[in-house]
T-cell receptor
Framework: GAVVSQHPSRVICKSGTSVKIECRSL??????MFWYRQFPKQSLMLMAT?????????EQGVEKDKFLINHASLTLSTLTVTSAHPEDSSFYIC??????????????FGSGTRLTVV | LAKTTQPISMDSYEGQEVNITCSHN???????ITWYQQFPSQGPRFIIQ???TKVTNEVASLFIPADRKSSTLSLPRVSLSDTAVYYC????????????FGTGTRLQVTL
């Protein structure tokens, strides 16, 4: 089945530094990928829609200058948390759909990245 | 995007059948209903998807009444490993269709 690979799975960084999270579609091309954030005991919240070759679309309340998204190829989207602060500590998850018959099973999610800012 | 309402939590004993109902009164004609399962510190995993009537796969069944304003995920003979959060989502199936997650249902299975 369709696989979305996300790296790193866990990262700890110092306050003020930047962290890059990668999301790759391993066996299909994804013109659109989605980035979510999940705080403990809460549901997933959509942060932004990553569009290959164009600017990302951010949800209301999400700072586009803080959460930089680059979707430079059909199989890779990256999320960079710039000038991270402790309140940015969260579980970040990406997703994509292969579409067509393979997409009839909905979206495939990455395994998530646990970001801890100290 | 259609809003969904699910019970916050459910408890079950191992071996029982579990039915989780989701309300989606504002579902649109083109919307599909999809259920995902999420374990702690993992991304959601697709369980089942349907449009109307009944859909069954190797892990679950999905029942959708004619008016499609609700749906029920049925997990037969749950085991401890089915302890997870289950999300009901409603939306299109295009590759650019946004998914909006509701609160989900936290299922706790015990011996």
């Amino acid at each position: 089945g369709a696989v979305v690979s996300q790296h790193p799975s866990r990262v700890i960084c110092k306050s003020g530094t930047s962290v890059k999270i990668e999301c790759r579609s391993l066996d299909f091309q994804a013109t659109t990928m989605f980035w979510y954030r999940q705080f403990p005991k809460q549901s997933l919240m959509l942060m932004a829609t990553s569009n290959e070759g164009s600017k990302a679309t951010y949800e209301q309340g999400v700072e586009k200058d803080k959460f930089l998204i680059n979707h430079a190829s059909l199989t890779l989207s990256t999320l960079t948390v710039t000038s991270a602060h402790p309140e940015d500590s969260s579980f970040y998850i990406c997703s994509a759909s292969p579409g067509g018959l393979r997409g009839s099973g909905g979206y495939t999610f990455g395994s998530g990245t646990r970001l801890t800012v100290v | 995007l259609a809003k969904t309402t699910q019970p916050i939590s459910m408890d079950s004993y191992e071996g029982q059948e579990v039915n989780i109902t989701c309300s989606h009164n504002n579902i649109a004609t083109n919307d599909y209903i999809t259920w995902y399962q999420q374990f702690p510190s993992q991304g959601p995993r697709f369980i089942i998807q349907g449009y109307k009537t009944k859909v069954t796969n190797e892990v679950a069944s999905l029942f959708i009444p004619a008016d499609r304003k609700s749906s029920t995920l049925s997990l037969p003979r749950v085991s401890l490993s089915d302890t997870a959060v289950y999300y009901c989502l409603v939306g299109g199936t295009g590759t650019a269709s946004k998914l909006t997650f509701g609160t989900g249902t936290r299922l706790q299975v015990t011996l």
